[in-house]
């Protein structure tokens, strides 16, 4: 059974940084696409990056280019968020998703990933 668990959302004051964790477990990983996504109060579920398992080749949203970045180790079957510069606008529910064998005009459609995590909250005060 796969497990996707998010930590390390937290609350931090804009132009901080923080770093999410996303511990995947129940297979090999192997031809799979992890994804961050976010959800704010209100708003649908968007995507944030992505990233290949395999190659890590890493797709991202124009929002966050520049300031998120996306990667993964593979030894400790972790997908990682590094969030700098964080802006008011960022704050949400962040998700873990999986999905295998994404072309790559599909990585940011959050149907087409089977599994998700709980979710951790990010709160940026201004």
């Known amino acids: 059974q796969v497990q996707l668990v998010e930590s390390g959302g937290s609350l931090v004051q804009a132009g901080g940084s923080l770093r999410l964790s996303c511990a995947a477990s129940g297979r090999t990983f192997t031809d799979y696409t992890m994804g961050w996504f976010r959800q704010a109060p209100g708003k649908g579920r968007e995507i944030v990056a992505a990233?290949?398992?395999?190659?890590?080749?890493?797709w991202y949203a124009d929002p966050v280019k520049g300031r998120l970045t996306i990667s993964r180790d593979r030894t400790k079957n972790t997908v990682y968020l590094q969030m700098n510069n964080l802006k008011p606008e960022d704050t949400a529910v962040y998700y873990c998703a999986a999905a295998w064998g994404l072309i790559a005009q599909n990585m940011g459609v959050a149907t087409q990933y089977r599994y998700w995590g709980q979710g951790t909250q990010v709160t940026v005060s201004s």
């Open positions: 990233i290949r398992w395999n190659t890590g080749a890493t």
